[in-house]
C-alpha cells in the first residue's frame, strides 16, 4: 500500500528578478508623491494656524449690504394714560356711593360733601339778588315817575313862555295907542325875558336830571350783574359738592375714609379709564440722546403685533434708566391689564444701503473692533470698524466687503490668534 503526500499541492515559484522590485518600488514612490501633494494644502493650513476649533461650536454669517435699522427692545409695563385723580372742592363731610375696583361711568356719582357753610351762603347771596332786582324795579318807577315831573316843568315854562310872548304884545300894541304907560311896557318886556330864562333851564334841568336817572339804573343792573355772577359761582360751588366720574372706568383708591370730614382741594379718590392705555418703559441711559418724542414703536401683545409712538420721555435719569411712555396709534387692543409686561421696539434710525452683518457674541469678544474672516478653512483675524447696531444687526465702516464670511459666534476661545483652523 502506498501512502499520498503533499506534492500535489505544491506551486513551484520562479527567484525574483530585479525588474520585479524596481516596478514595486516605483509604484510606491507614485503613491507617496501622490499623498504627500493631496496633503499639502492640509499641512500648509495647519502651518498656518495658531489655533484649531470646532465647525460645530461655530456660528458664521455673510456680510451684506441693504437697509439697516437701528431699533432697541425693552420691556414695558401697561399703565392707564388717563388716570384723574378728584379732589374735594370744598371742605366737608363726604360720603362715598362707590367703593375701589368698582366699574363707573362717565357722568356718574361717586361722591358727595356735606357743606352747610356753601349752601347757606348761596342762599343768601340768592336772597341778596332778589332784593337788588326789586330795588331795581323800585328804581325805575322812581325814575318814570321823575322823568313825567320833569316833563310837567318843562311843559309849564314853555305855557309860561306864550303867555308872556302874547302879553308882551298886547301891550306893545296898547303902548302904541298910547293906553299904555312905558313902565308897564318895560315890564311885560321884563316878564318876557324871564319867562323864556325860565325855559331853558328847565330844558337844562330835564336833559341833566334825565342822564342822573339813567345812571342810577345802570349802576342798579351792574349791581344786579355783579350779583348773578357772585350766584353762579355758588351754584357752581355748590354743584361740585357732588363728585361725579370723567371718564369710563374703574374706581381706583379712596384716599380718605368714608364720613370723614375733608378740606378744600384735598385729594379724595382717583378713576382709572380702562380704555386708554399705554406703556411704560425704562431705557438705558445710553440712548437717552438718541430718543425723541414722535419715534415710531412696535407693541407685542402674545401674537399681535401692533404700531405705537414714543410721546414721553422723563428729563431725568433713575439708576441708570429713564422713563418713557408709548401710546398705541389705533385702537387699544382687548384684553389689556394693569401693569401687563409686553415686550416693546423702538426705532432710532433707519438707513439705506449700509454694509452690516448680522449681530452676534463676536462683537462683544472684540468690543467692535475685531472680526475673523473664514477663507478656505482659515478664520483670519482682521481689524474693523463698526458703526450703529441694533438688535438683529450691526453696521461696518470699515475692514470688510459685502459677501465676507465672518464667525459670528464668541472668539474668546482664540485668544487673539490671527489665524485658527477651523475642523470639520
Same mark, same amino acid.
Given at each position: 500500500m502506498e501512502? =499520498?503526500?503533499?506534492?500535489?499541492?505544491?506551486?513551484?515559484?520562479?527567484?525574483?528578478?530585479g525588474k520585479s522590485k524596481i516596478l514595486l518600488s516605483s509604484?510606491?514612490?507614485?503613491?507617496?508623491?501622490?499623498?504627500? %501633494?493631496?496633503?499639502?494644502?492640509?499641512?500648509?493650513? %495647519?502651518?498656518?494656524?495658531?489655533?484649531?476649533?470646532?465647525?460645530?461650536?461655530?456660528?458664521?454669517?455673510?456680510? =451684506?449690504?441693504?437697509?439697516?435699522?437701528?431699533?432697541?427692545?425693552? !420691556? &414695558?409695563?401697561?399703565?392707564?394714560?388717563?388716570?384723574?385723580?378728584?379732589?374735594?372742592?370744598?371742605? &366737608?363731610?363726604?360720603?362715598?356711593?362707590?367703593?375701589?375696583g368698582d366699574r363707573v361711568h362717565s357722568g356718574e356719582v361717586l361722591a358727595t360733601i356735606e357743606s352747610p357753610e356753601?349752601?347757606?351762603?348761596?342762599?343768601?347771596?340768592?336772597?341778596?339778588?332778589?332784593?337788588?332786582?326789586?330795588?331795581?324795579?323800585?328804581?325805575?318807577?322812581?325814575?318814570r315817575q321823575q322823568e313825567l315831573q320833569n316833563q310837567k316843568d318843562e311843559d309849564s315854562a314853555t305855557i309860561a313862555l306864550k303867555a308872556a310872548t302874547r302879553e308882551l304884545n298886547r301891550a306893545q300894541q296898547a303902548f302904541t295907542q298910547g293906553a299904555l304907560t312905558e313902565i308897564e311896557?318895560?315890564?311885560?318886556?321884563?316878564?318876557?325875558?324871564?319867562?323864556?330864562?325860565?325855559?331853558?333851564?328847565?330844558?337844562?334841568?330835564?336833559?341833566?336830571?334825565?342822564?342822573?336817572?339813567?345812571?342810577?339804573?345802570?349802576?342798579?343792573?351792574?349791581?344786579?350783574?355783579?350779583?348773578?355772577?357772585?350766584?353762579?359761582d355758588l351754584?357752581? !360751588?355748590?354743584?361740585?359738592?357732588?363728585?361725579?366720574?370723567?371718564v369710563? &372706568?374703574?374706581? &381706583?383708591?379712596?384716599?380718605?375714609?368714608?364720613?370723614?370730614?375733608?378740606?378744600?382741594?384735598?385729594?379724595?379718590?382717583?378713576?382709572?379709564?380702562?380704555?386708554?392705555?399705554?406703556?411704560?418703559?425704562?431705557?438705558?441711559?445710553?440712548?437717552?440722546?438718541?430718543l425723541a418724542i414722535g419715534m415710531h414703536a412696535e407693541i407685542r401683545a402674545g401674537t399681535q403685533q401692533f404700531d405705537a409712538t414714543l410721546v414721553a420721555v422723563s428729563p431725568e435719569i433713575i439708576d441708570n434708566q429713564v422713563t418713557g411712555r408709548i401710546r398705541f396709534d389705533e385702537l387699544v387692543p382687548d384684553g389689556l391689564r394693569q401693569n401687563q409686561r409686553l415686550t416693546t421696539r423702538i426705532l432710532l434710525e433707519e438707513k439705506d444701503d449700509v454694509l452690516m452683518v448680522q449681530r452676534g457674541q463676536f462683537f462683544d469678544s472684540g468690543n467692535g473692533r475685531v472680526a475673523y474672516v473664514i477663507d478656505d478653512g482659515i478664520a483670519h483675524r482682521r481689524a474693523i470698524v463698526t458703526g450703529a447696531t441694533s438688535l438683529n444687526s450691526i453696521e461696518i465702516l470699515d475692514g470688510l466687503s459685502a459677501g465676507?464670511?465672518?464667525?459670528?459666534?464668541?472668539t474668546d476661545s482664540f485668544n487673539s490668534a490671527e489665524a485658527v483652523l477651523i475642523n470639520n
Open positions: 501512502i =499520498s503526500d503533499t506534492s500535489s499541492q505544491d506551486i513551484a515559484l520562479e527567484p525574483k528578478t509604484g510606491l514612490l507614485v503613491i507617496l508623491v501622490a499623498a504627500g %501633494w493631496i496633503a499639502a494644502p492640509t499641512v500648509k493650513r %495647519w502651518s498656518m494656524a495658531q489655533e484649531s476649533v470646532s465647525s460645530e461650536r461655530l456660528r458664521t454669517a455673510l456680510v =451684506s449690504r441693504g437697509n439697516f435699522v437701528r431699533d432697541i427692545s425693552v !420691556q &414695558g409695563r401697561v399703565v392707564a394714560a388717563i388716570s384723574p385723580t378728584l379732589y374735594a372742592t370744598q371742605t &366737608g363731610t363726604i360720603t362715598f356711593e362707590v367703593e375701589s356753601t349752601q347757606n351762603q348761596l342762599l343768601q347771596e340768592q336772597s341778596r339778588l332778589s332784593s337788588l332786582q326789586i330795588e331795581l324795579a323800585r328804581q325805575r318807577i322812581t325814575t311896557f318895560n315890564k311885560a318886556e321884563d316878564d318876557l325875558e324871564n319867562a323864556e330864562l325860565l325855559h331853558n333851564h328847565s330844558l337844562l334841568d330835564t336833559d341833566l336830571d334825565n342822564e342822573r336817572l339813567e345812571f342810577e339804573l345802570q349802576t342798579s343792573q351792574l349791581n344786579i350783574d355783579q350779583q348773578e355772577l357772585l350766584v353762579e351754584v357752581r !360751588q355748590v354743584g361740585e359738592l357732588v363728585i361725579v366720574s370723567p369710563n &372706568g374703574i374706581v &381706583g383708591n379712596l384716599t380718605v375714609d368714608q364720613k370723614t370730614n375733608v378740606a378744600k382741594n384735598q385729594a379724595v379718590l382717583s378713576v382709572v379709564d380702562l380704555s386708554a392705555f399705554e406703556v411704560e418703559v425704562l431705557i438705558s441711559e445710553s440712548y437717552a440722546d438718541d465676507d464670511n465672518i464667525i459670528v459666534s464668541s
